[in-house]
């Protein structure tokens, strides 16, 4: 007797998953440069994801004045904790009776549920990639809440409107690109802050935005990584980051390092495949693949956005 496609199902899944977990953001090129910088961690969750941030420099340094000069004694306050709520992604894999009734045999319900799967995880991971580009997604922060145009904003619980330290830096370029080099130029070295190791690393746009800073370097234009031009994904370089563009993108440019400003998913609950049950009043099954995850930053101070003026 043939397997039935929920047996199928969960049979192949986890071998589908783990065939796509090395390159499971491979149309994408925003979300598998975020993986190839480590920005995109698994940890196990609590009802909030806390962020420790070290937020500013001693306030009770200084220079002696004498040998034997008093220092402070109050209580030293350099830390403090952006928290987020875990966003939570689903995405429903249907199918009807009608379906196995069509698909008698092994090898015909194999190609059905292979295609299932891979449409599931493709829908899965193309839903968070468009999320990234929005404000909130049901919960779901975009780098339009991270990195808002007005460099200010609530982020993590944390009023950057208030607390001037939380601010990134916020401009606009010319539409043209006339002044495009000048104004990634200014941004990158504001967010950078004269520190090596937390300068911005990734650059992310849409493709006529990527095309527009392309243009401006035509005479001696910088590629990097030959394999992922191989890939067909254009990756270009400024200064020391590498710039990336997504269909989902807009005209607007956003810098950051993902040492800081990273995808968070949940160990135990990441493109994780449910129990498949019958649709009640149908002739019909459904299996739900379930994610928790949230992107968060830790310093959004050490990003940027460009918007097109």
Not at 16 to 45: C, D, M, P, T, Y
Not at 248 to 270: C, E, M
Request: glycine share 8%; hydrophobic share 35%; charged share 20%.
């Amino acid at each position: 007797m043939a397997i039935s496609i929920a047996q199928g199902l969960a049979v192949s899944y986890a071998a589908v998953a783990k065939k796509k977990a090395e390159n499971q953001w491979a149309e994408s090129g925003f979300l598998r440069e975020l993986e190839r910088q480590k920005g995109i961690k698994h940890e196990s969750f609590g009802p909030t994801i806390e962020e420790p941030l070290d937020y500013r420099r001693n306030p009770g340094a200084g220079f002696l004045a004498t040998d034997l000069a008093p220092t402070s004694l109050t209580k030293t306050e350099v830390l403090t904790a952006l928290s987020y709520d875990p966003g939570q992604l689903s995405v429903p894999m249907v199918w009807s009776k009608a379906d196995e009734a069509k698909n008698p045999s092994e090898n015909q319900k194999v190609a059905l549920i292979k295609s299932i799967i891979e449409n599931g995880l493709e829908s899965h991971d193309d839903l968070v990639e468009e999320a990234l580009f929005a404000t909130s997604t049901e919960g779901f922060l975009g780098l339009l809440t991270i990195f808002p145009d007005s460099g200010e904003g609530t982020v993590g619980g944390v009023s950057a409107t208030a607390e001037a330290w939380h601010r990134h830096y916020s401009t606009t370029y010319a539409s043209a690109g006339t002044n495009i080099q000048s104004k990634l130029a200014m941004a990158f070295n504001e967010a950078a802050k004269s520190s090596g190791g937390a300068m911005p690393s990734l650059i992310v746009s849409d493709g006529a935005s990527q095309g527009i800073y392309e243009g401006s370097i035509q005479a001696n234009q910088r590629f990097v990584d030959t394999k992922e031009a191989d890939a067909g994904f254009k990756v270009l370089a400024f200064k020391t980051a590498r710039f990336v563009f997504s269909q989902y993108g807009g005209t607007r440019i956003y810098g950051f390092n993902p040492k800081h400003t990273y995808l968070k998913v949940s160990k135990d609950a990441f493109r994780e495949k449910g129990e498949t049950s019958e649709i009640q009043n149908s002739n019909g099954y459904v299996c739900k693949i379930y994610s928790m995850l949230q992107f968060v930053t830790r310093n959004k101070s050490r990003g940027f956005v460009l918007t097109q003026a």
